[in-house]
């Protein structure tokens, strides 16, 4: 069931209808138990599927109550390589299949929100062994994973958060305005799906129909424009539209999400981009995946620190780049973004030692500097997402054969 | 003073390269002049080695959030050390 439906309109308004209506917070827990499995039971097609996701969760449950009670760093570090060599077997890696056989990923599986649910049990893991969480219940656990608001595409909502909200699970929405503004959010990121992020893919798909086409050199600079700025467009109004959408859905519940984007199109370099695109996600690479290594390394050879933690900066984004999709585009979208976000920290660096720390401020300062930066930060965005694109080769292809008729 | 916070004090000064730097409660990450992740991580093992403690993946990261500060930290220390008994 897709967000932007009438159906799912109609089973939202049911869901809320229903957990508003009940009187008792175990109610309320069962009506959004039920929720959860109705819409997972409209992405799941076959019963293989099924018993999959059921094992998912049911086996990372088991991982992380074993982990919790024994706290063995053994069993940690086994249960994050089943976690990711999962992830990579479900989603089929193009790039693993460079060391495993053909028939690795065979039979194959359909796991909707595999990406999301990996990352989440690695979380609540890795918590769960440091000693950071309460017990972990299977209830609260499944309705974490399977909650039909962030199934499809996050985000990603810290597991004590969701817990703080499962457990008092109070009487919802004290306000009318509270309503009004839910709802309010829900429609305007419909709007922004149905609308904004349309109009632009629109522009994108009539520019890639003819790209192979013979054209004069005018035409073709056009079309490649209207590709460049395009696609980045439809991919900040659909994903931000669906975060509305989830966070104005779940606001109608009493639960607070996070939000997802803060105008990251404005973002002034590749660090501060990934501090306003996608913030979940950039907080679980941050916490689980950059600052765990870096202190890793950092202690371990501290000379060599510095250096590391540019290399460690390139190899967080170059891994949620890989996260986003299972071909080689998704390869060259991360290391352009790793490179960027370690790029603005080396310049930083430079900066600082060339013209010291006064020098570096009034370089931070400047307005004109300022402008520039954020020009140039929106322009390497978009060409990033020349390769965020599912279909590496025919993208490839067309941008070959516009480039040509261009230049 | 408290003995914490002048330690501490002395450890952001030490992490930021930054002898007149002086910690109060409200100061954060937006407040402190690169006070980024990968100085953030430098901070947290700075203080680990100084206070001999450590600190677990969620502890880093909340320190991190928008709505921590210097008192939180200085909170969050002095919570180990109790339960440290030191």
Same mark, same amino acid.
């Given at each position: 069931?897709?967000?932007?439906?009438?159906?799912?309109?109609?089973?939202?308004?049911?869901?809320?209808?229903?957990?508003?209506?009940?009187?008792?917070?175990?109610?309320?827990?069962?009506?959004?138990?039920?929720?959860?499995?109705?819409?997972?039971?409209?992405?799941?097609?076959?019963?293989?599927?099924?018993?999959?996701?059921?094992?998912?969760?049911? $086996?990372?449950?088991?991982?992380?109550?074993?982990?919790?009670?024994?706290?063995?760093?053994?069993?940690?570090?086994?249960?994050?390589?089943?976690?990711?060599?999962? /992830?990579?077997?479900?989603?089929?890696?193009?790039?693993?299949?460079?060391?495993?056989?053909?028939?690795?990923?065979?039979?194959?599986?359909?796991?909707?929100?595999?990406?999301?649910?990996?990352?989440?049990?690695?979380?609540?893991?890795?918590?769960?062994?440091?000693?950071?969480?309460?017990?972990?219940?299977?209830?609260?656990?499944?309705?974490?994973?399977?909650?039909?608001?962030?199934?499809?595409?996050?985000?990603?909502?810290?597991?004590?958060?969701?817990?703080?909200?499962?457990?008092?699970?109070?009487?919802?929405?004290?306000?009318?305005?509270?309503?009004?503004?839910?709802?309010?959010?829900?429609?305007?990121?419909?709007?922004?799906?149905?609308?904004?992020?349309?109009?632009?893919?629109?522009?994108?798909?009539?520019?890639?129909?003819?790209?192979?086409?013979?054209?004069?050199?005018?035409?073709?600079?056009?079309?490649?424009?209207?590709?460049?700025?395009?696609?980045?467009?439809?991919?900040?109004?659909?994903?931000? !539209?669906?975060?509305?959408?989830?966070? $104005?859905?779940?606001?109608?519940?009493?639960?607070?999400?996070?939000?997802?984007?803060?105008?990251?199109?404005?973002?002034?370099?590749?660090?501060?981009?990934?501090?306003?695109?996608?913030?979940?996600?950039?907080?679980?690479?941050?916490?689980?995946?950059?600052?765990?290594?870096?202190?890793?390394?950092?202690?371990?050879?501290?000379?060599?620190?510095?250096?590391?933690?540019?290399?460690?900066?390139? !190899?967080?984004?170059?891994?949620?780049?890989?996260?986003? !999709?299972?071909?080689?585009?998704?390869?060259?979208?991360?290391?352009?973004? !790793?490179?960027?976000?370690?790029?603005?920290?080396?310049?930083?660096?430079?900066?600082?030692?060339?013209?010291?720390?006064?020098?570096?401020?009034?370089?931070?300062?400047?307005?004109?500097?300022?402008?520039?930066?954020?020009?140039?930060?929106?322009?390497?965005?978009?060409?990033?997402?020349?390769?965020?694109?599912?279909?590496?080769?025919?993208?490839?292809?067309? /941008?070959?054969?516009?480039?040509?008729?261009?230049? | 003073?408290?003995?914490?916070?002048?330690?501490?004090?002395?450890?952001?000064?030490?992490?930021?390269?930054?002898?007149?730097?002086?910690?109060?409660?409200?100061?954060?990450?937006?407040?402190?002049?690169?006070?980024?992740?990968?100085?953030?991580?430098?901070?947290?093992?700075?203080?680990?080695?100084?206070?001999?403690?450590?600190?677990?993946?969620?502890?880093?990261?909340?320190?991190?959030?928008?709505?921590?500060?210097?008192?939180?930290?200085?909170?969050?220390?002095?919570?180990?050390?109790?339960?440290?008994?030191?």
């Amino acid at each position: 069931m897709g967000f932007v439906s009438f159906g799912f309109l109609g089973f939202l308004a049911a869901a809320v209808a229903l957990f508003h209506l009940s009187p008792r917070a175990g109610w309320r827990r069962g009506v959004l138990a039920l929720a959860n499995l109705g819409f997972l039971a409209t992405w799941v097609h076959t019963p293989h599927d099924a018993l999959a996701m059921g094992g998912f969760v049911l $086996g990372s449950f088991g991982l992380i109550r074993l982990s919790q009670r024994v706290g063995w760093r053994t069993l940690l570090v086994a249960s994050l390589a089943a976690l990711i060599g999962g /992830l990579v077997w479900v989603k089929r890696y193009k790039l693993a299949l460079a060391v495993l056989p053909a028939d690795f990923f065979e039979p194959r599986l359909q796991l909707i929100g595999i990406s999301y649910m990996t990352f989440k049990a690695v979380h609540v893991l890795v918590d769960a062994h440091q000693r950071q969480l309460a017990a972990v219940s299977l209830a609260s656990y499944a309705n974490y994973q399977l909650g039909f608001f962030s199934l499809v595409a996050g985000p990603m909502q810290p597991y004590p958060d969701f817990r703080a909200w499962w457990d008092r699970i109070e009487e919802p929405l004290a306000s009318r305005e509270g309503a009004l503004r839910a709802l309010s959010r829900v429609l305007h990121g419909l709007l922004q799906i149905g609308i904004l992020a349309a109009l632009a893919h629109g522009l994108w798909q009539q520019a890639i129909d003819g790209a192979l086409l013979p054209e004069p050199r005018g035409a073709a600079a056009l079309r490649l424009t209207t590709i460049f700025y395009a696609y980045p467009a439809y991919v900040y109004f659909n994903f931000s !539209g669906y975060c509305d959408v989830v966070i $104005g859905a779940a606001a109608l519940l009493g639960m607070r999400h996070q939000e997802n984007f803060d105008r990251p199109y404005l973002a002034r370099n590749m660090v501060d981009f990934w501090d306003r695109w996608h913030i979940s996600l950039t907080h679980f690479i941050r916490d689980y995946v950059f600052m765990t290594s870096y202190k890793a390394w950092a202690e371990r050879w501290p000379r060599t620190a510095r250096q590391g933690g540019y290399a460690l900066l390139f !190899g967080a984004l170059l891994l949620a780049g890989i996260w986003h !999709g299972s071909t080689w585009n998704f390869v060259i979208f991360g290391a352009i973004h !790793g490179a960027g976000v370690a790029a603005t920290r080396i310049w930083g660096d430079a900066l600082r030692s060339l013209f010291g720390r006064e020098g570096a401020r009034r370089y931070d300062r400047d307005p004109w500097i300022r402008r520039a930066a954020v020009l140039a930060t929106f322009h390497y965005a978009c060409f990033s997402f020349l390769f965020f694109e599912p279909g590496f080769r025919p993208a490839l292809e067309r /941008l070959a054969a516009i480039a040509a008729k261009v230049f | 003073m408290s003995e914490v916070r002048e330690r501490l004090q002395e450890v952001f000064r030490d992490v930021f390269d930054d002898d007149d730097l002086v910690l109060a409660d409200e100061m954060n990450a937006d407040s402190i002049e690169r006070w980024d992740s990968l100085e953030h991580v430098n901070l947290i093992i700075a203080t680990e080695r100084e206070f001999a403690i450590r600190f677990a993946t969620r502890e880093i990261s909340l320190l991190k959030e928008a709505d921590q500060n210097v008192g939180s930290f200085i909170r969050m220390i002095e919570s180990k050390l109790g339960s440290n008994g030191g």
